[in-house]
């Protein structure tokens, strides 16, 4: 084991969009499990859009970060020591942890995966939050039928790839808002979506949902918010379901466009829009992760990592969220088992 451990920190709150200069890597001393934790070496970390909203001071759904603090998020890693955590050297455990080569947390916080079920890369994507995401969102919150008309934008990430599929294993003619053609072809050759926008090179929001969604929509799965969400909400069929997940659109805004803009169609449409999380299911975590994995495992549910090697280059994944640059999971890989 290496004497010394880099780790990100937070250098400073972004105005707009992060950059290069929001980063710190600095290298500390490889920390010490104490009672009841265990040092985690890091195989994968996770980056995700909600990690924007903790790099503000204002108010958020997850903790904001201090300027310094190190970067925390989803790793997958190998247990080098435990102290009492409940685990062995050479458990393979995922948890929130530092993004940094090696990280200690309470063994209360670490869930041990079997790598001989899938590989661990999973446990950050399909088969872990983005996933539980998906399905929670699908089945609790916008609920699709047989015959419904299910759009869902950011089709092509980590949670709408499997929104999609779910919707589409539910009986829903599925619709999805990616940002390129390799995406669309994605969607629709690999997913088995009935049709893809893309939203780049679309000239108006509400003719290509027309095309693709002559009926109206039945159920949204919104990602992303902006101009896509409300040409989405002029088509709300009677009863229709909205699970608003993220706002990526808006993320890095400095300031917030005027709104809700839309209110008004909902009276017509007579729709619910509901706001969730997926901390609010955490008692169903297992029985969602149990029902992903079968999906998986039958090939009902295909899923894509889009890897970047290296902790050094974990900024530049992250900031690539923003421009659309991954398919499916986004991860960073830091080390091999073998290492």
């Known amino acids: 084991m290496p004497d010394s451990n880099r780790q990100f920190r937070l250098a400073s709150r972004p105005a707009g969009k992060p950059d290069a200069e929001t980063f710190e890597l600095v290298e500390t001393d490889v920390p010490e499990p104490g009672p009841g934790a265990a040092l985690v070496r890091t195989r994968y970390l996770s980056v995700d859009p909600y990690m924007r909203g903790r790099m503000d001071a204002g108010e958020s759904y997850a903790d904001a970060w201090a300027v310094g603090d190190p970067l925390h998020g989803g790793v997958v890693g190998e247990v080098v020591e435990s102290n009492g ?26 869930t041990q995966i079997d790598p001989d079920l899938a590989p661990v890369s999973t446990a950050l994507g399909v088969l872990g939050m983005p996933g539980r995401t998906a399905y929670f969102g699908t089945r609790d919150v916008a609920e699709p039928g047989p015959g419904d008309t299910f759009v869902v934008t950011g089709a092509a990430g980590a949670v709408g790839s499997v929104a999609g599929q779910i919707a589409k294993l539910a009986g829903a003619r599925v619709v999805g808002f990616a940002g390129s053609d390799e995406k669309v072809a994605f969607l629709e050759d690999d ?29 949204y799965f919104d990602n992303v918010g902006g101009p896509i969400t409300d040409a ?6 009677v009863d229709a379901r909205v699970a608003v997940c993220g706002q990526i659109s808006l993320y890095n805004a400095e300031e917030r466009p005027t709104g809700p803009r839309k209110l008004g169609q ?3 449409s007579r729709a619910r829009v509901e706001g969730f999380l997926v901390g609010d299911f955490a008692p169903r975590f297992e029985t969602a992760t149990e029902r992903l994995a079968e999906w998986v495992a039958s090939g009902e549910i295909e899923y894509r990592e889009t890897v970047t ?31």
């Open 266 to 268: 909902l009276v017509v």
């Open 191 to 219: 997913l088995g979506f009935d049709a893809g926008i893309n939203y780049k090179t679309a000239e108006d929001y509400g003719d290509a949902l027309d095309e693709a969604a002559p009926d109206g929509v039945d159920a």
């Open 309 to 339: 090697e290296g902790l050094e280059n974990a900024p530049d994944a992250f900031l690539g969220l923003f421009e659309g640059e991954n398919i499916g999971k986004q991860l960073v890989k830091v080390s091999d088992p073998d290492d």
């Open 85 to 110: 955590a409940g685990f062995e050297a050479g458990d393979v455990v995922v948890g929130n942890l530092d993004w940094a080569d090696y990280a200690t947390a309470p063994g209360t916080e670490l």
């Open 232 to 237: 989405v909400f002029d088509r709300l069929n």
